[in-house]
């Protein structure tokens, strides 16, 4: 078991060295972030190291990370958890996500990645009852181990080159290690909404011969299959089937038709006007110029009333 858990070492220390070039794409506010994360909401990030690349690569995405914000819910909730947070985190603890990292399942502060290219990916219209249950989960899940297997299954899968048929593959390679305490940052936040039934990219399938332009479902057959597959318009939508948790990557929730997209930086405040940049002029030299200091051409935010 030593030797085992020695190897593991130098392989995380491997994958996680970070990268020499990282191009930034954007700008983030903090205080943005802040103002417009929601409890559940999915962080997206571009990682600068080994592993992120080899992700990116797989996926081709911009996207080798996923965390959930779980905002307060630690310090909430009391107990040892809430003051070590406190301690590790100071006024951060109010602003935490649930992350999977190679050294295992642990909370951090969502401003983390603030330097990094970041997307956030709301899940629409999640209920309330089912949004606890999504944070119970994760916040539970902290401490859990990463599963090294899962990755390089999951490269196996994506890989290019297809080594392994493709009827064997969803077989072969989607359990990881088998271990129910074993994940990684997207089969963490699979398994969550998976248990919740909440889709992220689902297969959908129809029965043979089915079109859906012709055949409304009339009658007692339409009340049937509404009353099975929970669908408010008059066509059949299909039999969804979840994918599971370990075949899930970080791109899928970017990808997703049943998570937002939230433009924390600038358009969420409805301040945007593309009119307030400044662009350099072509025979400019650009590099001379000094950065705006709202690169966006969002208008500065409210000042803050005094309670």
Same mark, same amino acid.
């Given at each position: 078991?030593?030797?085992?858990?020695? =190897?593991?070492?130098?392989?995380?220390?491997?994958? $996680?060295?970070?990268?020499? &070039?990282?191009?930034?794409?954007?700008?983030?506010?903090?205080?943005?972030?802040? &103002?417009?994360?929601?409890?559940?909401?999915?962080?997206?990030?571009?990682?600068?190291?080994?592993?992120?690349?080899?992700?990116?690569?797989?996926?081709?995405?911009?996207?080798?990370?996923?965390?959930?914000?779980?905002?307060?819910?630690?310090?909430?909730?009391?107990?040892?958890?809430?003051?070590?947070?406190?301690?590790? /985190?100071?006024?951060?603890?109010?602003?935490?996500?649930?992350?999977?990292?190679?050294?295992?399942?642990?909370?951090?502060?969502?401003?983390?990645?603030?330097?990094?290219?970041?997307?956030?990916? &709301?899940?629409?219209?999640?209920?309330?009852?089912?949004?606890?249950?999504?944070?119970?989960?994760?916040?539970?899940?902290?401490?859990?181990?990463?599963?090294?297997?899962?990755?390089?299954?999951?490269?196996?899968?994506?890989?290019?080159?297809?080594?392994?048929?493709?009827? /064997?593959?969803?077989?072969?390679?989607?359990?990881?290690?088998? =271990?129910?305490?074993?994940?990684?940052?997207?089969?963490?936040?699979?398994? $969550?909404?998976?248990?919740?039934?909440?889709?992220?990219?689902?297969?959908?399938?129809?029965?043979?011969? /089915?079109?859906?332009?012709?055949?409304?479902?009339?009658?007692?057959?339409?009340?049937?299959?509404? &009353?099975?597959?929970?669908?408010?318009?008059?066509?059949?939508?299909?039999? /969804?089937? =979840?994918?599971?948790?370990?075949?899930?990557?970080?791109?899928?929730?970017?990808?997703?038709? +049943?998570?937002?997209?939230?433009?924390?930086?600038?358009?969420?405040?409805?301040?945007?006007? +593309?009119?307030?940049?400044?662009?350099?002029?072509?025979?400019?030299?650009?590099?001379?110029?000094?950065?705006?200091?709202?690169? +966006?051409?969002?208008?500065?935010?409210?000042?803050?009333?005094?309670?």
């Amino acid at each position: 078991m030593g030797l085992r858990r020695w =190897m593991t070492d130098r392989i995380v220390e491997f994958l $996680t060295e970070p990268l020499s &070039r990282y191009e930034r794409r954007g700008w983030n506010d903090p205080q943005a972030l802040r &103002r417009h994360l929601r409890k559940g909401d999915v962080l997206l990030v571009e990682g600068d190291n080994r592993v992120s690349a080899i992700i990116k690569y797989l996926t081709q995405s911009s996207w080798s990370h996923a965390a959930l914000f779980i905002g307060d819910e630690l310090v909430r909730r009391g107990g040892p958890a809430a003051d070590r947070v406190r301690e590790q /985190f100071g006024d951060e603890a109010e602003w935490l996500i649930v992350e999977a990292l190679p050294h295992g399942v642990v909370a951090s502060p969502a401003t983390k990645y603030i330097d990094y290219n970041i997307r956030v990916a &709301r899940p629409h219209r999640i209920r309330p009852e089912d949004l606890k249950l999504v944070l119970d989960d994760q916040i539970d899940a902290i401490g859990w181990r990463y599963d090294l297997r899962n990755v390089l299954d999951l490269g196996r899968y994506l890989f290019p080159v297809r080594i392994i048929p493709d009827r /064997f593959r969803r077989t072969a390679l989607h359990f990881g290690s088998s =271990m129910p305490t074993e994940v990684i940052c997207s089969s963490l936040l699979g398994r $969550t909404f998976h248990k919740v039934r909440f889709p992220i990219l689902p297969h959908v399938e129809f029965p043979d011969g /089915f079109d859906a332009e012709t055949d409304p479902s009339p009658g007692v057959r339409g009340r049937f299959l509404r &009353r099975i597959f929970g669908y408010e318009s008059g066509g059949y939508t299909g039999l /969804f089937k =979840m994918r599971h948790p370990t075949l899930l990557t970080p791109r899928d929730f970017d990808l997703s038709p +049943y998570f937002e997209i939230v433009k924390f930086n600038v358009i969420a405040d409805g301040r945007f006007d +593309y009119q307030r940049i400044h662009w350099a002029s072509l025979d400019e030299d650009t590099e001379a110029q000094e950065p705006h200091p709202r690169p +966006y051409g969002a208008e500065p935010p409210p000042p803050a009333l005094d309670e």
